[in-house]
């Protein structure tokens, strides 16, 4: 066996030299044991970070945000535990009390608490905290003062029962129900005097934890300092985590803590430090440093596996390799682990396997029947294991990997096979312990396969969560249940009864989920309204992913089925009211939200009208219909007066208001709505809102012209990988800019992206904004069928529908691409059909639009005069919402028309003060195209230093000329770079640069501009 290899491999007794044949060899000598048995490291190489996190924790001090980052086995946890000791024994030598106001162990006690989130995939709602705390104070909460709010933690704290108030009524709305359950955590830390809150291995937290992070982060009187280790490797695509770390609160400290490998000296003593502190060869300590590139649990390891192959030797005074050329070190840790872990005997083998798919800290009798192994047998192999290193004995007596990344290696050396034998004894133990846990039963029924206790207990589990006001939880669940292979339709239904799939993004095995839901709808034994269930959850389930279209298909058949329930049918109306690109005009959408009204009026209990209310007002505004407004000013009241459960629907209907008033045109009302839900986002910690709320923020500030850092600021937003939508927002909103600083290519690129998330999805509103955009980039290179082509489609659904309230992006573009292409009459028709749509309604936007529209139409046929006067009128209703850059842009219009009027002076004065303000907003695509106008008229245009190395302005650079030079006798890029010793790719700039300055896009365009400004290009 390889773990009975021979202590002494490196003294070979070659003892039959010298004997004669048929001479028995006498038997030698048992050799002793001389390997060292290496001690636990040494806390080394670490000394400033060590000193930053203990500054940051030390008492007296402003709250802090720490978050420790590295790869695995690089120290995060070490570093960790050094510094609470550190702060605990500052603060006993300062005091002479650790009590509950200082920093002591990371059991809880001194006002610390320490939770380590296990590598599960679903874990009950706020696992690592609840099981840090039930450590931290076994006596349970008697004589804490808990509020009645504590009531919540029943189902995540049974064995408190008895000592927490009773449940709270249950409130309808999921998000005011994890708001009530968020204050309650914090409540509990408040009374366990809990100062500082570590939170291991945030890379594996459930969003429930992550949500609890943030709202500490996030609460308007912080108590509690957070310090997060985390792998950056390791974090799963659209984490809260960077949301949380990348926004520092006010008045707190925020460190960041990168921990990086060790170098050649440190590699050294930490080598040193578990060989009794003896020299470690400069040879040695290089060899290890460069096979283990310096991190600090590789070179533990290592050091553990020298010494079981007997590879270490002692030699004057000094640990030395045995053999240079003939010691290969594993290349991972996880390679060492499992070399290490082959060289134990079986018995020993088993029970780390046991332990590495239990997950996590387990009492002795657990692991032992795990293991399938007798306790006579099975304890010597723990003891074993806890010597080698590789197991630890923590609270309790619980044993567990001492490094989670040794626990991964031994799990995935394991079969299938029996990976899935394990996870059942794993459930079967835990099955039988006081009080088990649901979450973990469910995810051990689900490692062996076995699919009946799999649903008992996942359904369990999700229906704790949703007790504990966790639906994010429950719904994750939920999720992984309806891919069970065969799931009999009636189980189906009664988990989509449980909770609304939709509510939280980023949907694990989407569409695997969705097949099993449309499959459950073949089923012909299932009633009406078993039907309808399944039809609104993949209703709202397309729906939330930005497929509005689709979604309505599902509603109208849901409704069929809802005779019995007309709250649920009268969310379905609302739902049907909000505009799509589909074939139904606005008529039908207000009449399903007539029908809404009605059934609100009716059947919805007036303390719950609220959610309902919001979501009709914001179908109706975007309908464009003033009746939309009547419920906004009730939004801005104030929030005392509105139920706890009702916040959440008050901010979102601030959002949407805000929303609706920024496209309508009315944006100071927009800035104070949007202001207000942004306020109240930030004092109650509600994250999603935050995000969208931020978006349209940044959204009003293009509209109103404060362009300042403006790309970074969209950039700033918080990522969303779940939400294709905010995504193309972003898109949109960088496109915008990018095409008004001249970027065109890059423009188009974002533009485009954002539009098809819009058709994609059938959401009007994001079609609209991009296609116009579209439209005005093509136009501007002089590519009028594709102008055409980005707004035909877009245009016709609004046409089609009558929904004029997203025209203002839109219509402005499509009627100059119908001019261009000589389809007058067209344009006209557009054009008095758009002004009759909003004609009698106060949506400025539209209204503003509309006057461009009469003014592209009166350029076309009609005398300058008259189009100057148009183009006045169109200026002048954008500089009124405000909205600075399209009033500048019609006032390039009229400058121009009234220089063709004659007389050009006062034309041209107007073009001048155009084009500064345009390069002042940071609108310098459009300044160059002004300033290029102005020279066509003789003008010098004045130019602007816009930061930087001062340059040539509008002028041609000597380098620029002598390109431009060859370039007018006929040269190509090649040739040109050949000739003047410079690479393509700089005279490819070179020359862009100059047909920027001469405020065209081609090189024939440049050749003709250079010509007839008879420029002599060689001077």
Request: proline share 7%; with cysteine.
């Amino acid at each position: 066996m390889s773990g009975e290899r021979s202590t002494a491999a490196h003294q070979v007794v070659h003892a039959t030299q010298g004997l004669s044949p048929g001479t028995a060899a006498p038997r030698p000598e048992p050799v002793p044991d001389h390997r060292p048995r290496p001690r636990p490291p040494r806390f080394t190489g670490r000394d400033a970070e060590l000193r930053d996190l203990v500054d940051a924790l030390a008492p007296g001090g402003p709250v802090a945000l720490v978050v420790v980052e590295g790869e695995a086995g690089i120290g995060k946890s070490r570093l960790v535990r050094e510094a609470l000791r550190l702060c605990g024994e500052r603060r006993e030598t300062e005091t002479g009390d650790g009590g509950p106001d200082g920093l002591g162990g990371p059991d809880g006690s001194g006002g610390t608490l320490t939770a380590v989130c296990p590598p599960f995939r679903d874990a009950l709602t706020f696992g690592p905290i609840i099981d840090a705390v039930r450590d931290a104070r076994p006596e349970g909460p008697a004589g804490l003062g808990l509020s009645p709010l504590a009531g919540v933690l029943r189902p995540l704290l049974p064995e408190w029962a008895d000592d927490l108030q009773p449940v709270p009524e249950p409130l309808p709305d999921p998000g005011a129900a994890r708001h009530r359950l968020l204050r309650a955590l914090a409540e509990l830390l408040d009374r366990l005097a809990i100062r500082v809150l570590v939170v291991e291995d945030v890379h594996w937290a459930d969003d429930a934890t992550l949500d609890f992070l943030l709202f500490l982060t996030t609460r308007p009187t912080r108590t509690v300092s957070l310090v997060l280790t985390y792998r950056p490797e390791d974090l799963p695509p659209g984490s809260l985590l960077p949301r949380l770390t990348s926004r520092p609160a006010a008045g707190g400290r925020h460190v960041r803590l990168a921990l990086r490998p060790l170098g050649v000296a440190d590699t050294a003593g930490l080598v040193s430090s578990m060989l009794d502190d003896d020299h470690v060869s400069d040879a040695f300590s290089t060899f290890l440093h460069a096979r283990t590139d310096g991190i600090p649990l590789a070179l533990e390891e290592s050091v553990h596996l020298l010494r079981d192959r007997a590879d270490l030797v002692r030699r004057e005074d000094e640990w030395v390799r045995h053999a240079l050329a003939d010691i290969a070190v594993p290349p991972t840790i996880r390679d060492a682990v499992a070399e290490r872990v082959a060289r134990l005997d079986p018995d020993a083998r088993t029970v780390l396997e046991a332990a590495a798919v239990l997950g996590e800290p387990a009492p002795e009798d657990v692991l032992f029947a795990v293991a399938g192994l007798p306790a006579d047998r099975a304890r010597p192999a723990a003891d074993a294991a806890v010597r080698g290193g590789l197991l630890t004995e923590g609270a309790y007596g619980r044993l567990a990997f001492r490094h989670a990344l040794s626990a991964q290696a031994v799990h995935d050396g394991l079969t299938a096979r029996d990976r899935a034998r394990l996870h059942a004894r794993a459930g079967r133990a835990l099955a039988e312990g006081a009080r088990p846990s649901p979450a973990r039963l469910a995810h051990h029924f689900r490692g062996a396969g076995d699919l009946g206790p799999w649903l008992r207990h996942g359904e369990r589990a999700a229906d704790l969560a949703l007790a504990a006001g966790d639906q994010r939880t429950a719904v994750a669940f939920v999720h992984d249940l309806l891919t069970i292979p065969g799931l009999p339709a009636r189980d189906i239904v009664r988990l989509v009864r449980k909770v609304p799939l939709h509510t939280y993004g980023g949907l694990r095995n989407r569409d695997e989920m969705l097949r099993t839901l449309r499959d459950c709808l073949t089923d012909d034994g299932l009633s009406p309204r078993e039907r309808a269930d399944v039809h609104m959850q993949l209703g709202r389930i397309i729906h939330a992913a930005g497929e509005l279209r689709p979604s309505q298909d599902q509603f109208e058949q849901a409704i069929q089925g809802l005779a019995d329930d007309p709250l649920e049918a009268a969310r379905a109306m609302i739902l049907l009211g909000v505009p799509t690109d589909s074939p139904l005009p606005v008529a039908a959408h207000l009449r399903w939200l007539d029908r809404a009204a009605e059934l609100m009026e009716r059947e919805v209990p007036r303390e719950r009208r609220l959610f309902y209310r919001v979501s009709w007002s914001n179908a109706l505004l975007q309908l464009g219909e003033e009746t939309g407004w009547q419920p906004v000013d009730g939004f801005l009241r104030d929030e005392s007066e509105v139920a706890p459960g009702d916040i959440l629907h008050l901010n979102r209907g601030l959002l949407n208001s805000g929303a609706g008033a920024m496209y309508w045109g009315r944006h100071a009302k927009a800035r104070q709505l949007l202001d207000r839900a942004l306020d109240q986002a930030d004092r109650h910690g509600i994250q999603g809102q935050h995000m969208m709320i931020a978006a349209n923020v940044v959204h009003l500030d293009w509209f109103c012209g404060h362009w300042e850092n403006y790309p970074e600021r969209v950039r700033a937003l918080a990522e969303s990988e779940d939400d294709p939508r905010f995504l193309a927002e972003k898109q949109l909103l960088l496109g915008l800019h990018d095409l008004a600083a001249g970027d065109r290519r890059t423009a188009e690129e974002r533009l485009a992206a954002a539009l098809d998330e819009g058709l994609r999805g059938g959401d009007l509103l994001l079609q609209a904004e991009p296609a116009g955009a579209l439209g005005r980039l093509h136009l501007a290179d002089g590519e009028t069928g594709r102008a055409l082509a980005a707004t035909e489609q877009v245009t016709g659904t609004l046409t089609a529908k009558g929904l004029w309230v997203f025209g203002a992006e839109l219509l402005p573009a499509r009627v100059e691409a119908l001019l261009a292409a000589g389809r007058t009459e067209e344009a006209g028709r557009l054009t008095d059909a758009f002004a009759g749509g909003t004609a009698g309604r106060a949506i400025p936007a539209a209204a503003a639009a509309a006057l461009v529209c009469r003014a592209l139409v009166t350029g076309a046929d009609g005398p300058a005069d008259r189009a100057a006067d148009a183009w006045a009128a169109a200026a002048e209703a954008w500089r009124a919402l405000p909205r600075p850059y399209e009033a500048l842009l019609a006032a390039e219009r009229e400058a121009l028309h009234r220089i063709a009027a004659g007389p050009p002076d006062a034309g041209l004065a107007r073009l001048h003060d155009v084009r500064r303000e345009l390069d002042a907003l940071g609108a310098r695509g459009d300044a160059d195209r002004v300033a290029a106008a102005l020279r066509e008229h003789g003008e010098t245009a004045r130019v602007v230093w816009r930061g930087g190395r001062r340059g040539y302005g509008d002028r041609l650079s000597p380098r620029e000329t002598e390109v431009v030079r060859l370039l007018l006798d006929g040269l190509t890029n090649r040739e040109i770079a050949a000739a003047l010793s410079r690479s393509p790719k700089t005279v490819a700039a070179q020359l862009k640069s100059a047909m920027r300055k001469h405020g065209v896009t081609t090189r024939t365009a440049l050749a003709v501009s250079v010509a007839t400004a008879e420029q002599n290009p060689a001077e």
